[in-house]
């Protein structure tokens, strides 16, 4: 599925009647994959989001190559992207889940290898804790392909004690910011 065949899908499903957030809300969702053509498989994933209703990406950190998290697999490539958007969480959430579908991501079961993987893991000043969301992403602490990529946006938000708790999980970076920009 090309970029544009896969913003058109997305948004026609975020547009279905979903519920909006009044305020513009500033969200920082991760991006993975380990599976395929990592690289080309997030900068789509960038470009869908970008191209949601009501919502505009404003940066993407550097690339990082990771060794999987309590999972087994090839490495997984890793960024953070800052958005603003309208959308409700929920809605995010379905419009993410859209792209990750588009993108061929299965759920065999827990922690399986995967063509795409986005998680929200900051909206806004936003709490909760529901079946189908947890807000800020209830296990970001615990993983260096989360924290490093979010320290290089949003250094004021991410303790050095966090980074020191992830030191021994292998991690490095791969490209600089400009990697969506960059060609192929």
Known sequence: MTVAELAHTVMSDAEGGAPRATPTVSVFIGLGANLGDREATLRAALAAIGRLPGTQLLRVSPLYGSAPVDAGGPDYLNAVA???TTLAPEALLQALQSIEQAAGRERPYRNA?????????????CVMDTPALTVPHPRMAERAFVLRPLADLVPDRVAASALSGVA??????????DWVDSPD
Request: with cysteine.
């Open 168 to 177: 021994d999980q292998s991690i490095q970076c791969i490209a600089k910011a």
């Open 82 to 84: 800052e958005a603003t």
């Open 113 to 125: 290898p995967r063509t795409l993987d986005l998680d929200i893991l900051w909206f806004g000043d």
